[in-house]
């Protein structure tokens, strides 16, 4: 079974690849977003569940990260469920968690001076 409506990832990758229009590695966004719809129900299901327990700017901070990392050519996958799964894996990690949320919560102290 696969998502046949837009889904999250979707949205991410095209976001990003907009905003990331002039670097290396922003087309490899694109196609990502273009295989998003095959990403099985499952794997997002599982992803949502990890995502819907953390704080939300941690995972945003992750997200934009991993964008990151791709559009300068640092990471690349097959699909997007190759994606899917491996930020799956990652939100495990309680070190990458821990990391994330504490980046968020510097950025915060330093948005308030």
């Known amino acids: 079974m696969h998502v046949t409506k837009p889904n999250l990832l979707e949205q991410y990758f095209l976001h990003f690849a907009g905003k990331l229009a002039g670097a290396p590695g922003a087309a490899h966004?694109?196609?990502?977003?273009?295989?998003?719809?095959?990403?099985?129900?499952?794997?997002?299901?599982?992803?949502?569940a990890k995502m819907a327990r953390l704080n939300a700017r941690a995972v945003n901070w992750t997200l934009a990260t991993l964008a990151e990392e791709?559009?300068?050519g640092c990471a690349h996958y097959g699909d997007a469920t190759g994606f899917a799964r491996a930020l799956d894996r990652d939100l495990e990690w309680p070190e990458l968690v821990e990391l994330a949320t504490a980046?968020?919560?510097?950025?915060?102290?330093?948005s308030l001076h």
Do not use: F, M, N
């Open 70 to 72: 791709i559009a300068d």
């Open 29 to 48: 966004l694109a196609e990502l977003a273009q295989t998003a719809k095959a990403i099985p129900v499952p794997v997002l299901a599982s992803l949502t």
């Open 103 to 110: 980046e968020v919560q510097r950025q915060e102290r330093g």
